[in-house]
T-cell receptor, first 114, second 113 residues
């Protein structure tokens, strides 16, 4: 089973709202990732969690706040977003942050900021 | 950030035709990955390549890890309508930073009946 699940599928929020995106995997993977993807572009890495600790933050604005409650779950807390933050947010996981293997992506959350 | 050069940018082909696309880099990669993404969905891992010169198949898909380690190729034989989507290559530089994939710019594939 190579499934990564994400909720919600779609999210519309105002610029003053606080919302959270959720991601879950049960493959025993120890690395989890958040990506942002704009239309017709490749995914852009935002954060990497390695063994439940934040290991990479690609200079993401503080209005995006990641959290890894346990080895299966990854959250992305959103606050005071801008319209340009509208995008597809993808979660991914891999067996290990240092092993050479593929990353498995979830279906994404389509976020619209109004 | 850095992106890999992927070509062609888009392809319009007829059902039954074979497809070839490639990805090139100025840097050496230790792993090459090929993904397919359909509208509104996340990328799906198709093939992973781990050694220079490696040729790996997954059904009608065949991918190769270039000898120079700076390029990779994906071929789709006898295309069908469900092959429609965007195909991305991705490279992993060295083991220590394996978590940071570098993605290609994507090849959009359209298949007509």
């Amino acid at each position: 089973d190579t499934e990564v699940t994400q909720t919600p599928k779609h999210l519309v929020m105002g610029m003053t709202n606080k919302k959270s995106l959720k991601c879950e995997q049960h493959m025993g993977h120890r690395a989890m990732y958040w990506y942002k993807q704009k239309a017709k572009k490749p995914p852009e890495l935002m954060f990497v969690y390695s063994y439940e600790k934040l290991s990479i933050n690609e200079s993401v604005p503080s209005r995006f706040s990641p959290e890894c409650p346990n080895s299966s779950l990854l959250n992305l807390h959103l606050h005071a977003l801008q319209p340009e933050d509208s995008a597809l947010y993808l979660c991914a996981s891999s067996q290990s942050p240092v092993r050479r293997d593929g990353q498995y992506f979830g279906p994404g959350t389509r976020l619209t900021v109004t | 950030g850095q992106q890999l050069n992927q070509s062609p940018q888009s392809m319009f082909i007829q059902e039954g035709e074979d497809v070839s696309m490639n990805c090139t880099s100025s840097s050496i990669f230790n792993t090459w990955l090929w993904y397919k993404q359909e509208p509104g969905e996340g990328p799906v891992l198709l093939i992973a390549l781990y050694k220079a010169g490696e040729l790996t198949s997954n059904g009608r898909l065949t991918a190769q890890f270039g000898i120079t380690r700076k390029d990779s190729f994906l071929n789709i034989s006898a295309s069908i309508p469900s092959d429609v989507g965007i195909y991305f290559c991705a490279g992993q530089p060295i083991v220590g930073t394996a978590s940071k994939l570098t993605f290609g710019t994507g090849t959009r594939l359209q298949v007509t009946l």
